[in-house]
């Protein structure tokens, strides 16, 4: 075998693994949330869940386009498998965001139908496309025949006061004809009239059973689920009737949780929190080396993320509030972290004393 050959196979077989590893990921995911998903978060939680599919901020479509996409679009290779998601309702506009997603390495591009703040709707994207699915079956061909990453799609239910399970699945039907084969199901209605995004998290009914019901009439399609999953055994369920469970804010606030999942669903050993966060020194100390001029990286940029990390344990709350004061304090850095990782230590070593 020539050396360009041998090198074309280990090129080939380094993207079969690759290939592998993102398909394997559908099973669970974190959630796209805005303020929340950013790169240093994603980092986190890859080392969390190494076999989780993460999901980054919602962009629009414009804003990859025009903006900085280098901040914009942030990501360490040790986040794949990542997906990029866009907001937008232009098929030419949303195809060439797709592209430049792909070309920065994101390994799916996915396209909000779901969000239902104001400032979306004014712009005519997010969930209110839930009521146009011509126009998202030509966003989404337009993405698919633009970029060589899968294109999938996460909506909701219906908006406002739509109740007709046949319309959610013609909507689905009509998207996945364009070539959309997996979608993520916020499995509620965004009503768009009245409640806050965070109501309208909270406030209209979650229904999986639309979510399975799709699922089991359309096998060939990939149903993830999402909306109120908030423990293992609720997470675990969920893969009884759908591929995969997305996980939102249970795990952001309590991003062990990831952990657990991970390791129940993909085998390997629990390691604890301690060990888990310890792993993340390295990338800490290389960010805060780039120096605040260059990358205005601080080391609450990252510790806000962490805050969650020994939710419900004893010590838990000494964590959050030595790093919250510490993090914004000119010169922050790894120490404080270990500082508050002494704190829980404390607590668990008084308890073996106490045994
Ligand atoms: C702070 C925050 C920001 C969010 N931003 C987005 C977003 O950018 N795109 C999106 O599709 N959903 C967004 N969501 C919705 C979540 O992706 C998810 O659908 C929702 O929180 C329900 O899942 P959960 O109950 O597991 O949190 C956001 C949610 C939160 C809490």
Redesign the pocket.
């Known amino acids: 075998m020539s050396a360009t050959e041998a090198h074309e196979n280990a090129g080939k077989s380094l993207d079969l693994r690759k290939k592998s590893r993102y398909e394997a990921s559908l099973r669970l995911s974190v ?7 950013d790169s240093h978060c994603r980092v986190f939680h890859r080392l969390l869940a190494p076999h989780a599919r993460l ?1 980054s ?2 962009v629009h479509a414009n804003a990859v386009i025009h903006g900085d996409r280098d901040r914009l679009l942030a990501m360490d290779p040790v986040e794949h498998p990542v997906a990029l ?1 866009l ?1 937008g309702s232009e098929p030419e506009l949303l195809a060439q965001a797709a592209k430049i997603g792909a070309e920065y390495g994101f390994d799916e591009i ?1 396209l ?1 139908c ?2 239902p703040s104001d400032r979306v709707q004014a712009g005519r994207f ?1 969930a209110c496309l839930m009521r146009e699915p011509a126009l998202v079956a030509a966003s989404v061909a337009a993405m698919v025949e633009a970029c060589d990453v899968p294109v999938t799609v ?1 909506c909701r239910l219906g908006v406002d006061d739509d109740h007709d399970y046949g319309t959610f699945s013609a909507f689905v039907d009509t998207i996945a004809q364009a070539g959309c084969r997996m979608f ?1 199901v ?1 499995a509620r209605n965004a009503w768009l009239k009245g409640l806050s ?2 109501e309208n ?1 909270e406030v209209p009914p979650l229904r999986y059973d639309w979510a399975y019901r799709l699922k089991r009439e359309r096998p060939d399609l990939q149903i993830v689920v ?5 423990t293992q055994d609720e997470a675990t369920q969920h893969l009884q009737h759908a591929d995969g469970a ?7 606030h309590d991003p062990y949780l990831l952990h657990r999942l991970d390791v129940a669903w993909f085998g390997g050993e629990l390691r604890t929190r301690g060990e888990l966060l310890r792993a993340l020194r390295p990338y800490v100390e290389d960010q805060l080396a780039r120096g605040p001029l260059q990358k205005g990286v601080s080391l609450k940029h990252i510790t806000r993320h962490l805050l969650g990390l020994f939710a419900g344990e004893r010590g838990g709350r000494a964590f959050r509030q030595v790093l919250s004061e510490g993090a914004h304090k000119p010169g922050a850095n790894w120490s404080l972290i270990e500082q508050a990782l002494a704190l829980t230590e404390s607590f668990a070593d008084a308890q073996v004393d106490a045994a």
């Open positions: 959630a796209p949330m805005m303020d929340w998903t999901y901020e919602m998601q907001g996915n909000n779901g969000c997010g996460k993520v916020h995004p965070k998290r999402n909306g109120g999953i908030a997305m996980l939102g804010r249970a795990a952001y």
